[in-house]
């Protein structure tokens, strides 16, 4: 098997591939995968606020998987236009619309299945325009020194409305016998070898994988942090999705994915574990202090850059109540408090250390 990276790849075959989906390392790595994102399933189940991890984590999914595409921003940078506290870069912007484009995705799941149109609306926001399947040619995929063709997707839009078709017929097949993780896996693949937008494709497909977990009901919320493994392997990423368009090489594409879930999975379960911790701390800190110990605490931890107005609003307190919590806080060591221009903000920096440089396993 041998594509022309040149020409457009029209004869894409659909799926599932004709191969054995059930040698003995993919069957492991399922298992092992399966039984981390389970895990860290019910490991979420146990924070008294879910919000916290669906706040946090999608951020960190935007800003990895944009930095997968070379749009590059800091955490720091990025939760803090999240929190309305900095005016975000152009890259940060674009990180946020990712953020805003699972939200859309997640919202529109829970009405309608997961298809085409979820795709094009995702897209639509990743993007910031309007998206429908692109009908120009030229479109290829290439080195970002050299500008060598790398791949050529499939073009003309009917071709590629016949490819989307079938991709959606599988994704919804009933009968399949096909583990969800795998079947997550031959999806991506397929999505990102039809390359159905002008921009957007990869930043959709990741989007995505993380709505087809939750669309199938292996994830509650999406908590799953896949695009920090994938920019943790970037090349071999892109190696094994090469692998399967010019070699067939479907064991070690699916394999590598199941490796992302188990990794990820292990990684929000240490997380989850961490968090909790700081939280009783927080909350046996504030007891005893006249402080609703347990709703500040919770408050801190979804709102780690918390300004005094969020504190008044979320509270019910005056301004100068707020000033004298604050200077608690900060005295309790549970916050550093910082003036950035008009705004006077608190921030949980023993929540941001863990999040931030929780590693994730190798």
């Not at 979804?302 to 100068?320: H, N, V």
Request: glycine share 6%.
């Amino acid at each position: 098997m041998c594509v022309d990276p040149g020409k457009p790849y029209q004869d894409l075959p659909p799926l599932p591939p004709a191969i054995n989906l059930l040698s003995p390392r993919i069957v492991r790595q399922t298992i092992a995968a399966s039984r981390a994102l389970a895990t860290a399933n019910a490991a979420a189940k146990r924070l008294p606020n879910p919000s916290i991890l669906i706040h946090a984590i999608p951020l960190l999914e935007a800003r990895a998987s944009s930095e997968i595409e070379n749009i590059v921003t800091t955490n720091d940078e990025l939760f803090r236009a999240a929190s309305n506290i900095a005016t975000p870069t152009p890259a940060t912007r674009e990180a946020l619309n990712y953020r805003e484009a699972l939200y859309a995705g997640l919202q529109s799941i829970q009405s309608r299945p997961l298809s085409i149109n979820t795709a094009k609306l995702v897209c639509s926001k990743v993007t910031g325009t309007t998206t429908d399947i692109r009908a120009d040619s030229g479109t290829y995929i290439g080195n970002p020194v050299t500008h060598e063709r790398i791949y050529t997707p499939p073009e003309g839009k009917q071709t590629l409305l016949g490819h989307l078709s079938r991709w959606e017929e599988f994704l919804h097949e009933a009968q399949s016998e096909i583990d969800p993780l795998i079947k997550m896996a031959l999806l991506h693949y397929q999505f990102e070898a039809i390359h159905p937008f002008r921009d957007g494709n990869g930043r959709t497909g990741r989007i995505l994988n993380v709505l087809y977990l939750v669309h199938s009901g292996l994830l509650e919320h999406p908590i799953t942090y896949l695009s920090g493994y994938i920019v943790e392997h970037k090349n071999e990423y892109y190696r094994r999705l090469n692998g399967v368009t010019q070699d067939g090489d479907w064991g070690s594409w699916v394999k590598f994915m199941l490796e992302a879930v188990e990794q990820t999975s292990r990684w929000t379960d240490a997380l989850v574990i961490r968090i909790y911790g700081l939280m009783e701390q927080s909350v046996q800190s504030l007891d005893g202090t006249g402080f609703p110990a347990r709703d500040l605490a919770y408050l801190l931890f979804t709102q780690p850059y918390l300004r005094y107005a969020d504190l008044m609003e979320t509270m019910g307190i005056s301004r100068p109540t707020a000033a004298k919590w604050a200077t608690a806080l900060v005295e309790m060591g549970l916050v550093v408090r910082e003036k950035v221009g008009r705004h006077v903000i608190l921030i949980n920096h023993k929540y941001l250390e863990e999040l931030f440089n929780t590693p994730l396993p190798q």
